[in-house]
C-alpha cells in the first residue's frame, strides 16, 4: 500500500518521525491534519516542506507541536 | 509503485487532472512544485487541499497557471 511516514524536520535541524503510515494530509491555517492507516489522527504546527512518494516520505517542518 | 495523481479543484468547481505519476511534491511561497516519474516539472499556481495517498490522489486548489 501507499501510505507513507511523515517525519519533522525540527528548528534544531534534527528529523524526527512523527507519524507512520500516513494516508490523509490536509494543511490548514495553523498547521496540518494527518490521519494513518492504523486510525491514529493529529494535528501538528507544521508546514508541509517535500513529500517523496515512491520512497514514502513526508517531511514536514516548524516546531511540531499538538494543536 | 506509489506515485499519484495530481488534480487541481479550480475555483469554478471543477477537477481538473494536472500531473500523473507524481514523485516529488514540494509547496513554495507562490506555488506548489511537482515532479513526476515521467521527468515532468512544473510549477503550479496553487496550494495543498488534500492529500489521499492510499487513492494516489492530490488535491490542489487554486488557479492553476504556470509560474
Chains 1, 2 share one sequence.
Do not use: W
Not at 27 to 54: C, H, N, T
Amino acid at each position: 500500500m501507499c501510505e507513507a511516514n511523515a517525519y519533522l524536520n525540527t528548528v534544531e535541524g534534527k528529523e524526527e518521525l512523527l507519524m507512520e503510515g500516513v494516508n490523509i494530509l490536509r494543511p490548514d491555517k495553523d498547521g496540518v491534519y494527518l490521519r494513518s492507516i492504523f486510525g491514529e489522527q493529529k494535528v501538528v504546527k507544521a508546514r508541509i516542506k517535500e513529500m517523496q512518494l515512491l520512497e514514502h516520505r513526508i517531511i514536514l517542518e516548524g516546531d511540531g507541536g499538538s494543536i
